[in-house]
């Protein structure tokens, strides 16, 4: 990959560093702090970094103070980032030359057919229950059609990972998501071709974050692989849903953290982790919990699950 990497020297020995990516889409809630805590003590345990990065890549999707409000709950929760955040939307044209090199390697083709043709097109259901794209377009845009999205034509092979929690995992790239978006018709990059240039970029080795992006592990591994970037290793955590076993977030109305009183919902997330921590500390302070979990963290306690309810 052409992108200058933090650490160059290639004989160097990659030290361990992870990442904290939000989508600035509204506040920190209770599953968002679950990703950031695992993230951070794994790093911290195994005397890594740990990198903040803004995913604002997504301007329609991304809430006005959304950010702010996010990196001072982090504050307020005790987290200690390295080096400055990076914010995707300033990482545009970075996006724009990895694009550029996989339609050079014809890797990467345009594609002309709206919402309607691909959900009528046949192409059946993606791993995330979306319409899985029937490849229209893969041999060549048809007569008379404009470039609305520029797709990657993936292989009909198995990608293969080990998760560092749930073990083996694989995917058929072609059978259970088809050719996915890389620029789409908006003009907004897509949010798989930005986290896999910017974990690039920033030298990331290890990937904790939440089992929702699971799914995506595959055609994060198989971009990086055409765009000559090395595979970080991923860990997925389980995922804190609500009864009716939806992910927390704004749309299922997740209450945003409490930034006056960080102490119970750190608890909480050491818990859900699978930490144990001492029930003497369930009122205790974020400082207080901090040393105890930098003190005690094992990523072998944390469930290996894909999700847990949370109780009511
Ligand atoms: N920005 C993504 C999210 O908030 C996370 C990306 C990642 O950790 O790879 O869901």
């Given at each position: 990959?052409?992108?200058?990497?933090?650490?160059?020297?290639p004989?160097?020995?990659?030290?361990?560093r992870?990442?904290?990516?939000?989508?600035?889409?509204?506040?920190l809630?209770?599953?968002?702090?679950?990703?950031?805590?695992?993230?951070?003590?794994?790093?911290?345990?195994?005397?890594?970094?740990?990198?903040?990065?803004?995913?604002?890549?997504?301007?329609?999707?991304?809430?006005?103070?959304?950010?702010?409000?996010?990196?001072?709950?982090?504050?307020?929760?005790?987290?200690?980032?390295?080096?400055?955040?990076?914010?995707?939307?300033?990482?545009?044209?970075?996006y724009?030359?990895?694009?550029?090199?996989?339609?050079?390697?014809?890797?990467?083709?345009?594609?002309?057919?709206?919402?309607?043709?691909?959900?009528?097109?046949?192409?059946?259901?993606?791993?995330?229950?979306?319409?899985?794209?029937?490849?229209?377009?893969?041999h060549?845009?048809?007569?008379?059609?404009q470039?609305?999205?520029?797709?990657?034509?993936?292989?009909?092979?198995?990608?293969d990972?080990?998760?560092?929690?749930?073990g083996?995992?694989?995917?058929?790239?072609?059978?259970?998501?088809?050719?996915?978006?890389?620029?789409?018709?908006?003009?907004?990059?897509?949010?798989?071709?930005a986290v896999?240039?910017?974990?690039?970029?920033?030298?990331?080795?290890?990937?904790?974050?939440?089992?929702?992006?699971?799914?995506?592990?595959?055609?994060?591994?198989?971009?990086?692989?055409?765009?000559?970037?090395?595979?970080?290793?991923?860990?997925?955590?389980?995922?804190?849903?609500?009864?009716?076993g939806?992910?927390?977030?704004?749309?299922?109305?997740?209450?945003?953290?409490?930034?006056?009183?960080?102490?119970?919902?750190?608890?909480r997330?050491?818990?859900?982790?699978?930490?144990?921590?001492?029930?003497?500390?369930?009122?205790?302070g974020?400082?207080?919990?901090?040393?105890?979990?930098?003190?005690?963290?094992?990523?072998?306690?944390?469930?290996?699950?894909?999700?847990?309810?949370?109780?009511?």
């Amino acid at each position: 990959m052409s992108y200058e990497l933090p650490n160059p020297d290639p004989c160097a020995p990659r030290h361990y560093r992870g990442r904290f990516a939000p989508s600035p889409s509204g506040p920190l809630h209770f599953g968002s702090l679950v990703a950031a805590l695992g993230s951070c003590l794994e790093a911290r345990c195994r005397g890594g970094e740990w990198l903040v990065r803004m995913e604002d890549v997504d301007a329609p999707r991304t809430v006005p103070g959304a950010a702010s409000t996010i990196l001072r709950s982090l504050e307020a929760y005790g987290f200690a980032w390295d080096g400055p955040v990076l914010w995707q939307s300033q990482r545009l044209a970075a996006y724009g030359e990895a694009l550029a090199q996989l339609q050079a390697a014809e890797l990467a083709y345009p594609c002309g057919c709206s919402r309607k043709e691909i959900a009528e097109g046949g192409g059946g259901r993606s791993v995330d229950g979306a319409p899985r794209y029937p490849g229209i377009c893969r041999h060549g845009l048809p007569p008379g059609r404009q470039v609305r999205a520029w797709r990657l034509a993936v292989p009909d092979i198995e990608v293969d990972f080990e998760d560092g929690l749930l073990g083996p995992c694989r995917q058929n790239l072609q059978q259970n998501v088809g050719d996915f978006v890389l620029l789409r018709a908006d003009g907004q990059y897509a949010y798989q071709l930005a986290v896999v240039v910017d974990d690039a970029f920033q030298g990331i080795t290890h990937v904790v974050r939440g089992a929702d992006l699971l799914d995506s592990t595959p055609r994060q591994l198989w971009l990086q692989d055409c765009l000559a970037a090395p595979r970080p290793a991923y860990v997925h955590l389980p995922l804190a849903t609500n009864e009716a076993g939806e992910k927390l977030s704004k749309q299922t109305r997740a209450p945003a953290l409490d930034d006056a009183d960080p102490g119970p919902a750190l608890y909480r997330a050491l818990a859900f982790l699978g930490q144990e921590p001492p029930l003497e500390l369930s009122r205790a302070g974020q400082v207080e919990l901090w040393a105890w979990a930098l003190a005690h963290w094992q990523l072998d306690k944390v469930p290996a699950r894909r999700s847990i309810v949370l109780p009511a």
